[in-house]
């Protein structure tokens, strides 16, 4: 039994004929128009990373801001981009960039939560960092970086006995 070409097929070729396209593959290269490639989320956080170790800040921000929000890579652009304006001493511009990565509630929102209660504590606005950090170890109870870093905050605060409670909760959690 003879097989008949689809229609799509059929139109394809009938339109590519009265473009005066051929379908010979040597003379079908020459016929199509350049395509532009973009580099992919993971290629512009490398590039970002060796810029960075370069200390070349404004070139590695740039990779990171990049990264499109669609990226599956967007939360590690925005960690990279709240760390390089941490660095740089630019802790307004720091915090946006974790309170963004926290709001997309995606893999890493405890690293982001964890970073804000860090900026947070440092900044002395203890009760701000504990009440983010109690909000995320309802969503993550045995996440001992959340436990750590609160333990942290509370004796940065000079609660002392509820920062030793809190070390001994993220003990039992995890002993190793």
Same mark, same amino acid.
């Given at each position: 039994?003879?097989?008949?070409?689809?229609?799509?097929?059929?139109?394809?070729?009938?339109?590519?004929?009265?473009?005066?396209?051929?379908?010979?593959?040597?003379?079908?290269?020459s016929?199509?128009?350049?395509?532009?490639?973009?580099?992919?989320?993971?290629?512009?956080?490398?590039?970002?990373?060796?810029?960075?170790?370069?200390? /070349? %800040?404004?070139? &590695? #921000? @740039?990779?990171?801001? !990049?990264?499109?929000?669609?990226?599956?890579?967007?939360? +590690?652009? $925005?960690?990279?981009?709240g760390?390089?304006?941490?660095?740089?001493?630019?802790?307004?511009?720091?915090?946006?960039?974790?309170?963004?990565?926290?709001?997309?509630?995606?893999?890493?929102?405890?690293?982001?939560?964890?970073?804000?209660?860090?900026?947070?504590?440092?900044?002395? /606005? %203890?009760?701000? &960092? #504990? @009440?983010l950090?109690? !909000?995320?170890?309802?969503?993550?109870?045995?996440?001992? +970086?959340? $436990?750590?870093?609160?333990?942290?905050?509370?004796?940065?605060?000079?609660?002392?006995?509820?920062?030793?409670?809190?070390?001994?909760?993220?003990?039992?959690?995890?002993?190793?």
């Amino acid at each position: 039994m003879r097989t008949f070409p689809s229609r799509a097929l059929l139109a394809f070729a009938t339109l590519a004929l009265a473009q005066g396209l051929t379908l010979d593959p040597a003379h079908a290269q020459s016929k199509l128009p350049e395509l532009r490639t973009f580099p992919t989320g993971a290629e512009l956080l490398e590039s970002g990373h060796a810029l960075n170790r370069e200390e /070349k %800040y404004a070139d &590695a #921000l @740039a990779k990171y801001e !990049a990264v499109s929000e669609n990226d599956t890579t967007y939360e +590690d652009a $925005l960690l990279e981009i709240g760390v390089l304006h941490y660095k740089q001493k630019d802790l307004d511009r720091c915090e946006k960039a974790f309170l963004r990565g926290h709001a997309l509630k995606g893999e890493h929102a405890h690293i982001f939560a964890k970073n804000l209660g860090l900026l947070y504590s440092e900044q002395k /606005k %203890y009760d701000q &960092a #504990l @009440a983010l950090l109690d !909000a995320s170890l309802k969503e993550f109870p045995r996440n001992t +970086d959340l $436990l750590y870093t609160k333990g942290g905050v509370l004796e940065n605060k000079g609660d002392h006995l509820a920062a030793l409670e809190t070390y001994m909760a993220c003990a039992r959690t995890n002993p190793y």
